[in-house]
């Protein structure tokens, strides 16, 4: 796969036409409809929409999205995806970061001094006659589309990835994945998407979906908040590919039932977005034996993903954490002190309109050859044993306490090494500015939350970490809360909004 990923679904389109393209609950679009439905929208924004600036696209699941975002870049502008998960204030401040006063907004949704086209007339538009074809889709250097992440000042900021970045993301998630299927699942995959189209997780299953000739399954938000609902229309979907956080995989995990006689078809775990941990990766090849766990890491600021891991029985034994294994070919880690660079072909442009922040993480390095490339500092901390990579935390991730030095990840790990323990997530106690204690939050099915547990637990914890990094408190839960994202909500155990 040497072309656009334009050019890749385009081809998908012209020959497996009626193949149903994206699937999200009783809504579904084929390809034939996603290529002529976003022709004829693309063609719109051209006569209707004076400059190239990019374009929000409100919404969550509804298969209109993607038309949204495919008739953006076949009519030379980026996309914005924004989710209805995200707060008013959020949306707004995002809106006014873009500067574009048109909105495609697939639900209902109104902003003060934007004209917001709703989803009735992107539907009357999408059925409207039209020629074929576009002049300037964006191609190589041209931003694809914007993820916005939240910033250190409170503003949100937007990550810039360009056309080729993504196109290069794709054909390795495209050979990452057709690699481990067989034969008749590689010629038409399934994939689930679990994350909001704002995430940058939800790119991996959607573009190697699109640019595979699969079938995109969305899991959308009513689902996954009813398990029993969610289980059967994935077992209807017959769904062969799995993306999603570690975190969600664990609320699956939660009911007995999920395992591979509810989704007999299944064939591949790709697992990006957080750390996955030993104990969630066992017991997943225990209730999927004939699947592959694939590792992956990578910030939004290099397009979704730059390392693999296939997880072996071997790994799971082996101490310590889960390698973040080895770089896809065109990216290069190096490990700065402790900080993970990333430098390739798929590290952003930058953030949107914010060369201040940009030049304080992106830059360039040459290669071997003397080329440059861009590069790009993490903030995350990891090291190299030779074979692999692994990541160990944020470096902004220590605390102090009583002058002692503390990594939250290091007693987090060592809670989740605890076989009662299913989640866990530790927490600073402050007095005013100053740290007082710290406050583990675990999910333990087989345990009462007894005082005499939390004990039991402490214990265990003394016997792996120094006495001084035991938490004080020890709050048993019968769910972890989580993000729209499907990320561990460390906002609201913080407010104590449990």
């Not at 051209?46 to 870049?73: L, R, T, W």
């Not at 034969?183 to 979906?209: C, G, W």
């Not at 029993?228 to 009911?255: G, H, K, L």
């Amino acid at each position: 796969m040497n072309n656009s990923i334009l050019t890749i679904i385009e081809n998908v389109i012209k020959n497996n036409g009626e193949i149903v393209a994206i699937k999200s609950g009783p809504h579904s679009l084929t390809y034939r409809q996603l290529g002529e439905q976003s022709d004829r929208l693309a063609q719109w924004l051209c006569s209707n929409v004076e400059d190239n600036e990019p374009v929000m696209v409100y919404g969550h699941k509804n298969p209109q999205m993607i038309v949204c975002f495919m008739a953006c870049v076949k009519s030379g502008r980026a996309y914005c995806p924004v989710d209805i998960s995200m707060p008013a204030d959020r949306v707004k401040d995002i809106a006014e970061a873009i500067g574009n006063k048109t909105i495609l907004a697939t639900e209902n949704f109104e902003l003060n001094g934007f004209r917001v086209i709703g989803k009735n007339d992107i539907s009357r538009i999408c059925d409207q006659a039209a020629g074929s074809g576009t002049a300037f889709p964006v191609s190589g250097n041209d931003t694809f589309y914007i993820i916005f992440t939240s910033g250190s000042t409170g503003k949100p900021k937007g990550v810039e990835i360009s056309e080729s970045n993504l196109s290069k993301f794709a054909e390795w998630s495209v050979n990452l994945a057709g690699a481990r299927l067989t034969d008749e699942k590689r010629n038409h995959p399934i994939f689930m998407n679990q994350a909001p189209f704002s995430f940058d997780l939800s790119v991996m299953d959607l573009y190697t979906s699109l640019a595979m000739g699969g079938t995109l399954v969305c899991v959308d938000k009513a689902q996954q908040q009813n398990t029993a609902e969610m289980f059967e229309y994935m077992r209807n979907s017959s769904i062969t590919c799995w993306v999603s956080t570690p975190s969600f995989a664990e609320m699956c995990m939660a009911d007995h039932s999920f395992d591979s006689s509810l989704l007999p078809e299944m064939e591949l775990f790709l697992f990006c977005g957080e750390k996955l941990g030993k104990e969630t990766a066992e017991k997943l090849s225990e209730r999927f034996p004939q699947a592959k766990i694939v590792n992956t890491y990578g910030p939004t600021e290099s397009t979704v993903a730059v390392t693999f891991a296939d997880v072996t029985p071997e790994m799971i034994k082996k101490e310590g954490p889960l390698p973040i294994g080895q770089p896809k070919p065109g990216t290069q880690l190096v490990i700065e002190g402790e900080e993970i660079v990333i430098i390739g072909d798929t590290v952003a442009k930058g953030y949107y309109k914010n060369p201040e922040k940009t030049e304080q993480v992106f830059f360039q390095t040459p290669d071997k050859d003397g080329k440059m490339q861009k590069a790009y500092r993490t903030g995350d901390k990891g090291f190299y044993d030779g074979k692999n990579f692994y990541c160990t935390g944020r470096m902004d991730g220590q605390i102090k306490l009583h002058g002692y030095r503390i990594e939250l990840g290091d007693i987090e790990n060592n809670l989740m090494n605890i076989s009662l323990i299913e989640q866990a997530a530790v927490l600073p106690k402050y007095d005013g500015d100053k740290i007082k204690s710290l406050v583990a939050y675990v999910k333990a099915p087989s345990m009462e939350g007894s005082f005499s547990d939390g004990k039991k637990i402490k214990s265990l914890l003394k016997e792996k970490i120094p006495a001084y990094m035991v938490p004080k408190n020890i709050k048993f839960l019968d769910k972890m809360p989580m993000t729209a994202n499907g990320k561990l909500d460390r906002k609201k155990l913080e407010a104590g909004l449990i």
